[in-house]
């Protein structure tokens, strides 16, 4: 393993990996990302996929409507398979109350000059036949988005990376990050030590422990989330589109085609991680059989209520892991506001304007990708008298 790197980015989830990613398409190719195991194998071999333009928040909407662009076009970049689906999104209301809300997010979304629309039930009927729309009042719909495989855009993001100079070193476990006199900071790990101008802390879900090596208390945590996979739905077969991605607020969950069958996705029992605030740095591929079952009963009834016709096929599978969790569902960017301290004068301070800096990104629900121009920290701050950091491009959210 190299001995000096200007960046060494702590994780190869999709978050780590879109890290490395764009910096090297900044120009930064001096660049090492370290994971523990296999990429992929933490938190972003259980998600999803979901990407959607429906947020409404400016900011992080406009790391959506990047993500989606990039997903369309990273698989002709490198040549690797994300599985991107085209088939947008739903999500649906029961109640005026909760409309006054989806309005809001469809003004917030139209204002990137995104296209975004409020259906009726009958319109909800036609893009998804199969949901029971008796209950519900509309639902807003952003037909630009879908989802892709999470793991393909992690292996995609990592090797174009690696093809502009960037290094992933797997099967290696970092035991600690120390501050050095110098302004700089060693990381170590199975494999040796390696000193980096900055580090980035992706870790995931271990991205706790990984804070704890320099003495920050990060407030997130694994909760446990549930999934079930139905066997084929033969209406599928009949249709000439694929289902939107639907969100349903009142089974707390998201229903969406996977394969012939169907995924569904459950929020509705937040239940800490049975490791408890951590998970154990050792794992990979993390699963709870223990909790299957019960997921799969409770996924099975929730199901049915959205999509009647989901009643009688039975689940291929099911599967429970840890999903990170923060204050406001909001992720961590940026330099933390804390500082590492050795006993000597010359220690780093971690929050100094324009000095060293400890990039804390957690793995969250949105897309990983984000827009270098309305994103902060998404250029490692520089301190060297003579050396200046690279101007982002700007992006520019794409209107309809």
Known sequence: MRSHARVVVIGGGNMGAAVLYHLAHEGWTDCLLIEKAELTSGATWHAAGLVSRMIGDHALGYCHDYAVELYKRI??????????????????????????????????????????????????????????????IGALYTPDDGHVDPSGTCQAMAKGARRLGAQVIRRNRVLDVRPRPSGEWEVVSEAGSVVAEHVVNAGGYHARQIGAFVGLALPIVPLQHHYVVTDAVPEFADMDHEIPVTRDDYFTGYVRREQAGALIGLYDTPTRWRGGPTVAPGSRRTNSSSRISTASRRGSSAASRGIPASRTEALSGSSTAPSLTRPMARPWLGRHRASATTGSPAAPRLASPGGRAWENISRSGWSTARPRSQCAASTPAVSEPGRTAPTPTPVRARTT
């Open 75 to 136: 698989e002709a970049e490198t040549g690797q398979a994300v599985s991107w689906h085209d088939c947008g999104s739903l999500r649906v209301a029961a109640s005026e109350g909760h409309r006054d809300w989806l309005m809001h997010t469809r003004d917030v979304v139209c204002g990137r000059g995104q296209e975004c629309h409020w259906l009726e039930p009958a319109e909800v009927k036609r893009l998804n036949p199969l949901y029971d729309t008796s209950a519900i």
